[in-house]
């Protein structure tokens, strides 16, 4: 099955991961050698986050600032599950044209914003979003990301990372049985999108890549660290992050290839992988 008409999803947007103290981890992606941008708070919401930026995409670092309000279930979330990968957001150039081209697999547009804490005094971010339902996207929490005010979203100093890092260039997460997902993402994104093999999806979403393992194929890939989700980011210079992370002190998992990975407990709860672009 493929999509009928042009897909208006263009690869990642962002990743969310759930983390319990905001600033806490704050100093964790900066330890890892990320710059992080000033505190954001979601609007009518409990919830706040800081960011790491990157030219095309970025990583949303999502915590609780204000337990009375409205949390979206973060903190049942974290009270089930812990920290880590929450879901991520498809870019999109317009809601409107994604709920054109997926009637049937998603909720209406809204339009939210968020507080950004700038030294010069604060700005508000609007973004338009389009949730998912879960059968749309199995195995996965997504909705798509429309940005109104994109201008406000990057600065120059904000894309320059210590650690070498460029961009995301995919998320691996274990489901019990991948080739049961096929169809659902062929809806989304056409067949020829998809690669497959035992224990294994691979999702094509424009410039990224979704992967699905099955968890004893995970544990083969990334052994001994408990079957966490996988995010991978691409590295300009291999050895340079190599040696950044290890001037930090940050310990590394067994991997082989050319790949760097972060074990979950420095990461938030999540395996941060380093591959050279």
Known sequence: MAPAHANPLSGIDHTL??????????????????????????????TGNYCVMFRDDYVELLG???PAQFLNRLDVQLETRGEGFLGLAFAAGSSAAVQAAFPHATQPPKDLGRLLELPEGNVTPRFSLVHFDPDATPGLATFSCTHLTPEMLRRPEWLDHANGSLGLESVTIAVADPAALASAYAALFGEPALKGGQGRLEVGTGAHTVRFLSPDRLERRYPGLGGASVMTVASRDLEATRAYLAAMGIPLAEAAGARLVVPPEQANGIVLEFVET
Not at 17 to 24: F, K, N, P, Q
Not at 27 to 38: H, Y
């Open 64 to 66: 609780i600032v204000d």
């Open 17 to 46: 991961i759930g983390v319990r103290d905001l600033e806490a981890a704050r100093e964790t992606w900066r330890r890892l050698g990320f710059t992080v941008t000033p505190r954001g708070r979601h609007i009518g919401w409990g």
